[in-house]
């Protein structure tokens, strides 16, 4: 599982994506930790960049036998995960560990973060064009709207599944913000936890 952003926009910020997009795949297909890998996707870009152009990423490799997750930050955002308590409720939970943001210093070490997932849990892995993303009086619509969100699709559909999840952000999303003009992207990735072990 990964996301990223990079700076800038336009022609420019869509090579540097591609290029971040194509250190990860091949760094991860070799089968490395996954702060390994990010060490290798930083150098790659110091090396190949200009020191203005660089990308923050969060990856993480899940074990389904375990239901271990384990990640590594570069400058990005944490995910939100959210469980289902034993009343019932979504109980939000911070996810924690950070690193500078990739293609800055190639000598920067990225650390090794693990979590312990749970049948049922959501995690919720998003770009900043979805916290800073505006209406019509410039009012942001945050990471405590996007918590709410979630919360809510879980409360309405606590079977339901990643796609539900989504669904119900983009909605909150785009009530929020009416048909104001979009000024970045709004990318979210969403993983749910089989709550039956056996699928």
């Known amino acids: 599982m990964c996301i990223a952003d990079v700076v800038g926009k336009g022609v420019a910020a869509a090579l540097l ?6 250190s990860l795949r091949a760094h991860a297909d ?25 990308a923050t990423i969060w990856y993480a490799q899940a074990d389904p036998a375990s239901l271990t997750l384990s990640y590594a930050a570069a400058g990005h955002d944490p995910p939100i995960l959210a469980r289902i308590s034993a009343s019932g409720q979504p109980e939000l939970i911070g996810v924690t560990g950070g690193g500078l ?23 919720v892995a998003y770009t900043d064009g979805v916290t800073d993303a505006l209406d019509f009086t410039g009012a942001r619509f945050t990471r405590d709207r996007l918590r709410q969100a979630i919360a809510r699709s879980l409360t309405d559909q606590p079977d339901g599944c990643a796609g539900d999840v989504l669904d119900a952000i983009f909605r909150e999303l785009r009530g929020f913000t009416g048909l104001a003009p979009r000024t970045d992207d709004r990318t979210v990735v969403v993983l749910r936890v089989a709550q039956d072990s056996s699928e």
């Open 17 to 22: 994506m591609a290029a971040v997009r194509a």
């Open 101 to 123: 943001i990739a293609g800055v210093d190639p000598d920067q070490v990225y650390e090794s973060y693990s979590l312990q997932l749970q049948p049922g849990d959501v995690l």
């Open 30 to 54: 070799e089968g490395h930790p996954v702060n390994e890998v990010l060490d290798r996707v930083n150098r790659d870009l110091c090396r190949d960049t200009r020191p203005e152009e660089f």
